[in-house]
């Protein structure tokens, strides 16, 4: 018996397990070319199903993110709605873990297998996923910084439907875009006579120096080049005009580098999971890039890529310079032991706290 309120199926029958899950579209699904053409290529079912499986994980994270943005778009942002932001960024990390897993799966496929049906995929290629496109330009890898595909922009081979809603993503606010204006408005990182520009800047400026002094004493002198660039890097946190490699804009960076030195106090343990939500994201999307590349190295060789792509090269290139936010990796250079950080006045470091822990209950 249908519970209360159970709605039936639109053509009138129950709603079943089968019916739910639209099984007979989704296994109906599989049409292998070399079945058609009456070719025995074994694999090429593997080869269908984990690239649909992949599919529609990427449809799961553009649907998280639809949310994690909206949550991202206010100004100021609920810090309510923070916990599930991370909660939300945390299973497209697990979602991009297990499509690397898959990959697994996928070479038990050996090369001489694919070679079996290869020829028949024509010009289709992974680098045609839409899907894909997506998730990259909104978490934040804009046009500018594409590494162009055989001389082409990313959208030369879509159709008008697909290439629309590409730009439409291109020109909206990436996840990047968001995270930079919600940093950019952190409190805590100046007030009355504190400022933690000047107190951080002095600790790690003195931090650095004895590590480079210590580095030319024992004539390290790559080392020492590096502690200098280093140091270099650093001052450009804070001198907005100064071009040393960072991406988003100092006040961003200083608020992320203040989250990730405090990152203890009660006040910033959500931001601080937020900012290592996005780096792990960041990581994972590198190391699918890598072993996609590998992959490809592994099945193909030197050959071209059945779209036409330099195979493993253009795809090792990609997990070097496609990331999205690599400013915050960059942030541990400027680490210092807890012992040496400078101390927060007592009025900011109340404010930073939990009520009943700071006497305000």
């Known amino acids: 018996m249908r519970r209360t309120g159970q709605s039936p199926h639109p053509d009138g029958s129950e709603i079943t397990y089968a019916s739910y899950l639209r099984l007979k579209d989704i296994l109906g699904a599989q049409s292998p070319e070399s079945t058609r053409h009456g070719i025995e290529a074994h694999d090429e079912m593997l080869f269908i199903i984990v690239h649909q499986a992949y599919e529609l994980w990427f449809r799961q994270i553009l649907h998280e993110l639809d949310r994690i943005q909206a949550d991202f778009g206010h100004n100021p942002v609920d810090d309510r709605r923070i916990a599930r932001m991370v909660h939300g960024l945390d299973r497209i990390h697990e979602i991009l873990k297990l499509v690397i897993q898959q990959l697994d799966i996928l070479e038990t496929m050996r090369p001489q297998d694919f070679l079996d049906f290869r020829d028949l995929l024509s010009t289709s290629s992974g680098f045609q996923s839409l899907q894909f496109r997506l998730i990259e330009t909104r978490l934040g890898l804009d046009a500018s910084r594409r590494i162009l595909f055989e001389g082409k922009a990313v959208d030369a081979d879509m159709s008008p439907q697909e290439r629309e809603a590409y730009l439409a993503a291109e020109r909206a606010p990436s996840l990047r875009d968001q995270l930079e204006a919600w940093l950019s408005r952190t409190p805590f990182v100046a007030g009355g006579q504190y400022a933690f520009r000047d107190a951080y800047r002095k600790a790690v400026t ?91 190295e592994r099945m193909i060789g030197m050959r071209y890529g059945t779209g036409g792509s330099s195979g493993h090269a253009y795809l090792a290139r990609t997990a070097r310079e496609h990331r999205v936010f690599s400013d915050l990796f960059r942030l541990s250079t400027y680490l210092i032991p807890r012992s040496a950080l400078p101390e927060i006045p007592p009025e900011i470091e109340s404010r930073m706290g939990l009520v009943y822990a700071a006497g305000n209950g």
Do not use: C
């Not at 120096?209 to 140091?231: C, G, I, K, M």
């Not at 580098?257 to 910033?268: C, N, Q, S």
């Open 206 to 296: 003195e931090m650095l120096r004895r590590e480079r002094q210590s580095a030319r004493a024992v004539d390290h002198t790559d080392e020492a080049a590096a502690l200098e660039n280093a140091l270099k890097a650093f001052s450009a946190i804070f001198e907005p005009n100064d071009a040393a490699g960072w991406t988003m804009s100092a006040p961003a960076v200083e608020a992320a580098l203040f989250i990730t030195v405090y990152r203890d106090r009660p006040a910033l343990h959500m931001p601080h999971a937020l900012l290592s939500a996005l780096m792990d994201i960041d990581t994972q999307m590198a190391l699918w890039r890598h072993r996609h590349s590998l992959m490809v």
